[in-house]
C-alpha cells in the first residue's frame, strides 16, 4: 500500500472469532493455573497451543512467577511446539523481575539443549540482576553459556558487567572479565571500564594486577587511553616509587590527548612525595602560566608538600596565594601549615594561625589539636600541652587514642611512669585502643628505668581486644630465647655489614649511587642522549619547559627508585601473635638501643633479615645512629651502602646521622658534599640537620661555615632552639670569639628561648674565658706600665 509516498506493508489479519477462541482459551488456562496447578490442565491434544497463547500467559501480569514456570515447562513437554528464543527471553526477564534467580540456570540448560539462542539484552538483564544480587559465580556462567551458544556479545555488555564488578568490590571477577575482553580481537575495551578498574586496583594497592592491566591496554589494538586514564597512572605509577613512568607518560599525553588541570596535580604531588619539592614548585609556576588556574587541590599539595620540606616561607606564600584568589583554607591545609610551624619552632606563629582559623570559622579537629599538643611539647611548653590536652577532656571533645598516646610519651620521656600507666588505663576506660606506639613509649621507659617486673601491672592496664600487650611480651619471651641461640656459621666469620669501601670515602658512595640510579634509569637497549641533543629536543614553544627537561632526564621506559623520601613515619596496629612484622622488631630494637644493647640489637636484626623481613628507613637509620655514638664508624658507613642496594628510600634522619658522623670523624670537611647529594635528591635541611651541621663545622673550627648556616636557616623561616645557641656559643667560645658567643646569648634570651642545663655549662665556660681573657689583658696593660 501507498501512501504519500511512504510503503506499509499489511500484515493479515486473524478472524475474529479465532481471536475470540484464543482470549477464551488464554482466560481458561489463566484461571485454572491461578486456583491450581498445571495437573488440572486440559489434555493439550484437545486444545489449539501456540506460540501466542504461551506469550499472553507468561505476561500476565496476575499470575505468579511459580505458574508462569510451571506452565513453561508443561507446554515445553505437552507441545509439539517447542518455545522460541522469545519466549524464553520472556520468562527469564520474568524471572529478573521477581528475583526467582535460583530457576534460571535450569532454563539455560534448557536452552542449551534445545540449541535455542536469545537475544543480547536478555543475557545482559540476567548479568546485571545476578551481579545486583551478588552472585558473581553465576554471572560468570552465563556469560560462558552465551560463548558456548556462540552469541554476539558487544563490548557495551562486558563494559556493564566489569564496572558493576569494580563497584561491587569483586576484583578478581572484574580482572578475569577485563582478560576475557583482551583475549577477543573483536571486542575494544571501553576507557571508562578500563579507568574504573585502573581506580579499584590502586586503591587497593594490587600493583602487579594494575601493572598487567595498564600493559594489556598498552598493547591492545585499536585502544586509546584518555585524559582521564593518564592521570590515574601517571598519579598510581608516581607514588609507588615510578616517577619514570609518569614522566613518560605526561611526555606521551602532551602530544595526544593534553593536560589538564588534574595532570598537573598529579605532577606536583608526585614530585612532593618524592622529595622534589623545589621541582613541584617550579611545576607549579609553569601551571599558572599554561592557561590553567590553580584549585583547592593544588595548594593543599604544595602546602603539605612544603611544610613537610620546611620550607616554611614558601609554604606561607602559597597560603596567602590561596586565599588571594579566593579558596578558602580547610582544615587539612590549616593542620599541615600549623604543623611546619611548630616543626620550625615558630609556636607563636603557629598559635596565631590556630586562631585565625577559628576566626574563620573553620572546624578544628582531632587531627589539629594532636598537632598542636605534639608541637607544644617538642618545643618544650609542656605545660601548656598538658593544659590543652586537660581543657579538652574536660569539654569531652576532640580526644582520641592518639592524643593519650602523645601524652603518654611526653610522661615516659620525663619518666614519670606512674602517671603514663594512670593515662593508659584511662585511655582503655574510655574506650581508646592502645597501639603499638603507645606500648613501645612504655617499654622503652620501663626498660631505662629497669622496672621490667611492672609489666604484670601494665597488663592489667591494658586490656585491649586484639591482645596487642600479650603479643608484644609472648614476642619478647619467644625473641629472648632465639637470642640465647648460637649464631649462625655465616656470620661467624663474616660481619653483618660487610665493607666494601672506607668510610672517609664519601664521594665514593656519591658516584656510586649516581651510577645505581643511572643503571635503573636507562635500559640496556636504549643510547643515552647527550646534554645538547636532549636540550634540541625541547619544544621552544611549550608551556611547560620545566616539566620537559625533568621528562626528558627519565627516559620513556625508565625506572627511577626513590632514593630520598618525604613520607613520615605511621602509627602502627600490631597483626598478631605469630607475625614478625617490621613494626614490632622496631620496637624491640628501640628497647634495646634505648640502653645501648648494640650486640643484642644486631642479633635482632640478623634473626628477622634472615626470616626475609625487610628493614626500612627507620630500623636502618636506628643501627646506624647506635653505631655512630658507639665511634663505629665504618659499620655505620656499610648500613649505608646496604641501604642503597636494597632501593630502601633515605630520609632526613639518615643524613643527620652522616653528618653526625662525620662531625666525630673529623671530617666536616666532606659535610658540603654530603649536603649536595641531599640537596640532589629533593632533600632538604631541618632543624636538626642545622644543628648537627653547626655542631660538627664549630668542633671543626669552621666557625664562617657556622655562621653561614645560622643565617641561612633563619632566613629560611626555621628558628633556632636552645641546642642550637648552646652549640654557637660553645664553638664561639671555644674559638675565642668570645664577643659573637656573648651575641648569641643575648639573641636566645631576646629570642624568649628558655635555657637549660647544657646552657649553664656553657655559660660557666664562658665566663671562665672572659675572666681569663680580662686577667691576660690587665697583665698586658700592668706589663706596658712598667715598662713605660
Known amino acids: 500500500m501507498h501512501l504519500h509516498g511512504r510503503t506499509f506493508l499489511i500484515k ?15 482466560a481458561s488456562l489463566t484461571k485454572t493455573l491461578s486456583e491450581s496447578s498445571t495437573r488440572y490442565l486440559p489434555d493439550p491434544r484437545s486444545i489449539p497451543l501456540s506460540e501466542p497463547i504461551l506469550l499472553q500467559i507468561l505476561r500476565n501480569n496476575s499470575l505468579h512467577i511459580s505458574k508462569k514456570l510451571d506452565f513453561f515447562t508443561w507446554f515445553s513437554l505437552n507441545s509439539d511446539l517447542k518455545p522460541s528464543a522469545h519466549s524464553y527471553s520472556q520468562v527469564l526477564r520474568a524471572l529478573c523481575r521477581e528475583g526467582h534467580l535460583h530457576e534460571a540456570s535450569n532454563l539455560l540448560g534448557s536452552m542449551r539443549q534445545n540449541g535455542v539462542i536469545i537475544d543480547s539484552w536478555t543475557f545482559k538483564t540476567l548479568l546485571d540482576t545476578f551481579i545486583r544480587s551478588g552472585k558473581f559465580d553465576f554471572a560468570l556462567e552465563i556469560l560462558d553459556t552465551m560463548e558456548e551458544l556462540g552469541v554476539t556479545l558487544n563490548s557495551h555488555m562486558y563494559d556493564s558487567v566489569l564496572i558493576a564488578l569494580v563497584r561491587k568490590d569483586q576484583l578478581s571477577f572484574a580482572l578475569s572479565i577485563f582478560f576475557k575482553i583482551l583475549e577477543d580481537s573483536s571486542h575494544v575495551p571501553s576507557s571508562i571500564g578500563c579507568n574504573e578498574l585502573l581506580v579499584a586496583l590502586k586503591k587497593s594497592d594490587m600493583r602487579v594486577e594494575f601493572k598487567q592491566v595498564f600493559d594489556g591496554i598498552r598493547e591492545k589494538k585499536g585502544f586509546g587511553m584518555n585524559v582521564w586514564g593518564y592521570n590515574i597512572c601517571i598519579h598510581a ?41 623545589k621541582d613541584a614548585l617550579v611545576v607549579y609556576e609553569e601551571l599558572k602560566g599554561s592557561g590553567h588556574q590553580p584549585d583547592r587541590f593544588t595548594y ?157 601491672r601494665l597488663m592489667k592496664h591494658i586490656r585491649d581486644g586484639n591482645n596487642l600487650l600479650p603479643n608484644v611480651l609472648r614476642w619478647k619471651i619467644d625473641l629472648e630465647a632465639s637470642l640465647k641461640n648460637p649464631q649462625s656459621k655465616r656470620k661467624d666469620y663474616t660481619p653483618m655489614f660487610p665493607s666494601k669501601d672506607e668510610f672517609s670515602e664519601i664521594m665514593s658512595l656519591i658516584r656510586s649511587a649516581n651510577a645505581t ?60 601473635g605469630d607475625s614478625f612484622d617490621i613494626d614490632m622488631v622496631n620496637t624491640f630494637l628501640s628497647i634495646f638501643l634505648a640502653k645501648g644493647k648494640l650486640s643484642l640489637a644486631c642479633k635482632l636484626f640478623e634473626i628477622f633479615t634472615d626470616m626475609g623481613v625487610n628493614p626500612v628507613s627507620y630500623t636502618y637509620n636506628s643501627m646506624m645512629t647506635s653505631f655512630v655514638k658507639k665511634g663505629y664508624f665504618d659499620e ?45 635528591q629533593g632533600g632538604y635541611l631541618d632543624l636538626v640537620m642545622y644543628n648537627t651541621l653547626i655542631n660538627a663545622l664549630g668542633k671543626a673550627g669552621r666557625i664562617d661555615e657556622v655562621n653561614k648556616f645560622f643565617d641561612q636557616m633563619r632566613a629560611s623561616g626555621i628558628n633556632p632552639d636552645v641546642i642550637t645557641y648552646n652549640t654557637l656559643i660553645e664553638v664561639h667560645t671555644k674559638a675565642g670569639q668570645l664577643k659573637d658567643a656573648y651575641k648569641f646569648l643575648k639573641m636566645m634570651l631576646d629570642a624568649g628561648c628558655i635555657p637549660n642545663h647544657v646552657t649553664d655549662t656553657t655559660l660557666d665556660f664562658l665566663g671562665k674565658e672572659i675572666e681569663k681573657e680580662s686577667y691576660q689583658k690587665a697583665s698586658i696593660m700592668r706589663n706596658k706600665d712598667d715598662d713605660s
Open 12 to 26: 493479515p489479519q486473524r478472524s475474529h472469532h479465532s481471536q475470540l477462541a484464543d482470549v477464551l482459551l488464554v
Open 300 to 456: 593543599r599539595i604544595l602546602i603539605q608538600g612544603c611544610c613537610k620540606s620546611y620550607r616554611i616561607d614558601n609554604a606561607e606564600k602559597i597560603f596567602n596565594e590561596m586565599e588571594y584568589n579566593g579558596h578558602c583554607a580547610d582544615t587539612v591545609v590549616y593542620n599541615s601549615l600549623i604543623d611546619g610551624l611548630l616543626k620550625a619552632r615558630k609556636v607563636s606563629e603557629a598559635c596565631e594561625l590556630f586562631e585565625k582559623m577559628t576566626q574563620d570559622g573553620v572546624r578544628a579537629s582531632s587531627w589539629t589539636y594532636n598537632t598542636l599538643i605534639d608541637g607544644l611539647f617538642k618545643n618544650e611548653r609542656a605545660e601548656a600541652g598538658y593544659t590543652m590536652f586537660c581543657d579538652l577532656k574536660k569539654k569531652g571533645q576532640f580526644v582520641d587514642g592518639i592524643t593519650y598516646s602523645i601524652v603518654v610519651l611526653q610522661l615516659c620521656r620525663e619518666g614519670l611512669l606512674e602517671e603514663a600507666l594512670g593515662l593508659v588505663e584511662e585511655m582503655e576506660g574510655r574506650g581508646f585502643v592502645v597501639d603499638l606506639v603507645t606500648i613501645t613509649s612504655l617499654l622503652v621507659g620501663l626498660y631505662k628505668q629497669g622496672r621490667w617486673d611492672w609489666t604484670d
Open 517 to 576: 640510579m643511572k643503571a635503573q634509569l636507562v635500559p640496556d637497549n636504549v643510547d643515552v642522549k647527550d646534554d645538547e641533543s636532549v636540550s634540541s629536543d625541547i619544544d621552544q614553544w611549550s608551556s611547560s619547559p620545566y616539566m620537559d627537561q625533568l621528562t626528558n632526564q627519565v627516559l620513556s621506559n625508565g625506572r627511577s627508585s626513590q632514593l630520598f623520601s618525604l613520607s613520615r613515619g605511621r602509627r602502627v596496629q600490631a597483626k598478631g
Open 636 to 680: 655505620a658507613w656499610n648500613i649505608l651502602g646496604e641501604m642503597g642496594e636494597k632501593v630502601c628510600p633515605a630520609d632526613i634522619a639518615t643524613y643527620n646521622v652522616i653528618i653526625q658522623s662525620l662531625g666525630k670523624m673529623g671530617r666536616a670537611d666532606l659535610a658540603s658534599a654530603v649536603l649536595d647529594k641531599l640537596i640532589e
Open 237 to 277: 605509577f608516581g607514588f609507588w616509587g615510578d616517577l619514570g613512568t609518569s614522566l613518560s607518560l605526561y611526555r606521551e599525553m602532551k602530544v595526544s590527548v593534553g593536560p589538564d588541570l588534574c595532570t598537573y596535580n598529579s605532577l606536583i604531588h608526585v614530585l612532593c612525595f618524592f622529595g622534589k619539592v
